[in-house]
């Protein structure tokens, strides 16, 4: 299942993680993944589809999306020799950036916003400010360049309040109905499939109640997603698990058949497969 990957970044220490226009020039087919720290990821160049929390967005040079800690999520980059993917993306503890956000109660409440979930989008089309949030991102290169480790937080933090200072300009009084955009219908599926991903999966029960073919279904979800139907739902099926093996005592097996996997044999399998450990030894890395 090469759409699969569980990305385990390691901070090293740092409260955040930050890599500057990083240039993709070869296909790849990009993955289900989550990561420890909340993410924000600037796009200068590239055009695909960023599906996050059952929604798709469209990927264009000046989005901005955001994913929370653990929040299941895929880049998917249409790549060719005259359309390339650059990316600027900050990982980082949400705690420790909220943290120098006292003298800015306006920016923080936009933050907190996002934070739970609240925020209409997690895509932001930030186009018309891209001049702008260039600039801010090239002074941030600079000034973790220069600065010293004990300086590299606030580095982060003001960058994270000159972010938000875009979004909330972006978002104020914006007009919600021009805001939405048509439901796709890979985004039903992704809704259906959280409904039911605990039971056994029947692609013929999906497609009944979405009305359309079974196969239809399945070529329009990787049109539109660019991974399969069941690479999503075994994605989500082991975040689950993930979830569940660090919140509660129950045995693997009862943890495989809660997320609708009760051959023991193929989740442990399929865990590791997508983890790279066992389910037993991810735990006693808890």
Known sequence: MKDLFYKSLNPHGKPFLWSHRTLTQQPFDGYYHWHWGFEMLLVHRGSGVVIVNQKTYELRPGMLFYFLPYQLHKVYAEIDEDNPYERSVI?????????????????????????????FEQGLDLAAMQPETESVAAAFQSGVQEAGVSGEGEHAALFLLQLLSVIQRETMGANQERRMKPIRQSEQIMAWIERHYREPFQLDKLAGEL??????????????TGSSITGYLAARRIQQACSLLQSSNQSVERIGEQVGLPNASYFIQLFKRIMGISPHQYRLKL
């Open 211 to 224: 009305h359309m073919s079974g196969s239809y279904l399945s070529r329009l979800f990787r049109q539109e």
């Open 91 to 119: 990982h980082f503890d949400p705690a420790y950036m909220e943290s120098y956000m006292g003298p800015f109660p306006t920016l923080k409440d936009v933050f907190t916003r996002m934070r739970k979930g609240f925020m």
